[in-house]
C-alpha cells in the first residue's frame, strides 16, 4: 500500500510570493490533517480536512490556507510569504474508524523563502 | 540503561541498554498521550499510545508510563538497536482530531 505522499519535495520561493503545497492521502484515508515543523516552534498543528470540510484549525495567520478534494487529496496555500514561513510541511492522513491518534506522515515538503 | 531525569534534547545510549525518554505535558483535559518517532528525512511515525484513565501501556519493546499526579510521559525502549536512533516526540490529543506535540528528543545509539 502506498504511503502519504507530497509534492514537491522542496521548493524556493522569495518573500511576497504565494506557494501551494500538494498531499496525496493513503488510499481510503479521508482525513487529512497538515503540520509545520521548524527547529524553534517544532511541529505545530496548521488544519485538518475530511470530506471536504475543514473541522480543526490551528493558531495560524490567515495567509494559510487549504482544501481537500473529492478524492481525499488535499493542498495548504500560503500567501504573501514571509522568511518565517520556511519550514518542512508535513501531511498526515488517518484510517477510517480510527482514534485519530496514529495519523500517518509523509515525507513533507521542505520550503525556503529567500 | 540510561533515563533522563527533565526533558533534555538529547540522549545517546549504548547499544542494547535500555533508554527512558521523558516529556511533560501542560494540559489536563487531554485524553490520549502519544509516541511518535521521526528519523532523518521522513514524517513522524507512531510508536504507541495510552489513554488518560491509564498509567502503562506496553507494546513490542517499548512500554509508556503516565503519570497525571505530575504531568508526565516517559517511553521506555528495551534493548535499544540502532535503527532507534531518531527523534522521538510525545505528542497530546484531546477529543478532537488534532495533535500537539512537545520538544523532541534525538536518541543516538552507541555502537
Known amino acids: 500500500k502506498a504511503g502519504v505522499t507530497q509534492t514537491p519535495r522542496y521548493l524556493i520561493k522569495t518573500r511576497g510570493q504565494q506557494v501551494t503545497l500538494s498531499c496525496s492521502p493513503i488510499?481510503?484515508?479521508?482525513?487529512v490533517s497538515w503540520y509545520q515543523q521548524t527547529p524553534g516552534q517544532g511541529l505545530q498543528f496548521l488544519f485538518e480536512?475530511?470530506?471536504?470540510?475543514?473541522?480543526n484549525k490551528g493558531n495560524f495567520p490567515g495567509r494559510f490556507s487549504g482544501r481537500q478534494f473529492s478524492n481525499s487529496r488535499s493542498e495548504m496555500n500560503v500567501s504573501t510569504l514571509e522568511l518565517g514561513d520556511s519550514a518542512l510541511y508535513l501531511c498526515a492522513s488517518t484510517p477510517p474508524s480510527s482514534s485519530y491518534n496514529e495519523q500517518f506522515f509523509g515525507p513533507g515538503t521542505r520550503l525556503t523563502v529567500l | 540503561g540510561e533515563s533522563v531525569g527533565l526533558h533534555l534534547p538529547t540522549l545517546s545510549v549504548q547499544e542494547g541498554d535500555n533508554s527512558i525518554i521523558n516529556c511533560a505535558y501542560s494540559?489536563?483535559?487531554?485524553?490520549?498521550f502519544i509516541w511518535y518517532k521521526q528519523e532523518s528525512g521522513k514524517g513522524p511515525q507512531f510508536i504507541i499510545d495510552i489513554r488518560s484513565n491509564m498509567d502503562k501501556r506496553q507494546g513490542q519493546r517499548v512500554t509508556v508510563l503516565l503519570n497525571k499526579t505530575v504531568k508526565h510521559l516517559s517511553l521506555q525502549i528495551a534493548a535499544t538497536q540502532p535503527g532507534d536512533s531518531a527523534v522521538y516526540f510525545c505528542a497530546e490529543r484531546e477529543n478532537d482530531y488534532k495533535l500537539s506535540f512537545g520538544a523532541g528528543t534525538t536518541v543516538t545509539v552507541r555502537a
Open positions: 488510499s481510503g484515508h479521508r482525513s
Open positions: 480536512y475530511f470530506s471536504e470540510t475543514q473541522r
Open positions: 494540559n489536563s483535559a487531554s485524553d490520549y
